[in-house]
T-cell receptor
Framework: DTGVSQDPRHKITKRGQNVTFRCDPI?????LYWYRQTLGQGPEFLTY????????KSRLLSDRFSAERPKGSFSTLEIQRTEQGDSAMYLC????????????FGPGTRLTVT | AQSVSQHNHHVILSEAASLELGCNYS??????LFWYVQYPGQHLQLLLK??????LVKGIKGFEAEFIKSKFSFNLRKPSVQWSDTAEYFC????????????FGGGTRLMVKP
């Protein structure tokens, strides 16, 4: 399968702990996106990379959140000092570069902060 | 900031009924428009997309959508639904001044009764 993959699929953590999620995009895609989805809502944009450069960050991305894509391939999203409000599905998507693009989504990582 | 509204949060239909899901967006410039579907237990998948040209676009599984610029709408339609269409449907917009982020509506949960 050559789709977008995410790891882990589920994460339960205690408030105050740090967590890190990984996303592997479709291999030929050089754009990678992170979104967050809470229950009953549509996904909300967090941040976006083109190759290894982080080009956009949403105001939703507080200082406790950091994302990297060191070699322009996989990406990690770290949340420090988790809070209960961080509980959500974290989605990764990738797309190829071009004037017209579509984003392909991974299965997501469901985070529960207790 | 751009926003996307999906007016129907829950829709229940019988098989063979016709479907129309509303989507309106707020942005006056050039937009790219998408409908994504999320089947139970699966990740978001692209149903169809509009970038330019013919405002009536056809997607997978017999779905179509019509872009009406004057109404800022991109409604999804299917003439005859099947039980397998039970899913959550999300409208999404990318606007020219918002970089590459997608703005999603809140989703419409469709249940098709056999």
């Amino acid at each position: 399968d050559t789709g977008v993959s995410q790891d882990p699929r589920h994460k339960i953590t205690k408030r105050g702990q740090n967590v890190t999620f990984r996303c592997d995009p479709i291999s030929e895609h050089n754009r990678l996106y992170w979104y967050r989805q809470t229950l009953g809502q549509g996904p909300e944009f967090l941040t976006y990379f083109q190759n290894e450069a982080q080009l956009e960050k949403s105001r939703l991305l507080s200082d406790r959140f950091s994302a990297e894509r060191p070699k322009g391939s996989f990406s990690t999203l770290e949340i420090q000092r988790t809070e209960q409000g961080d509980s959500a599905m974290y989605l990764c998507a990738s797309s190829s570069y071009g004037g017209q693009y579509e984003q392909y989504f991974g299965p997501g990582t469901r985070l529960t902060v207790t | 900031a751009q926003s996307v509204s999906q007016h129907n949060h829950h829709v229940i239909l019988s098989e063979a009924a016709s479907l129309e899901l509303g989507c309106n967006y707020s942005y006056g410039g050039t937009v790219n428009l998408f409908w994504y579907v999320q089947y139970p237990g699966q990740h978001l998948q692209l149903l169809l997309k509009y970038f330019s040209g013919d405002p009536l676009v056809k997607g997978i599984k017999g779905f179509e959508a019509e872009f009406i610029k004057s109404k800022f709408s991109f409604n999804l339609r299917k003439p005859s639904v099947q039980w397998s269409d039970t899913a959550e449907y999300f409208c999404a917009v990318n606007a020219g001044n918002a970089g590459n982020m997608l703005t999603f509506g809140g989703g419409t949960r469709l249940m098709v009764k056999p």
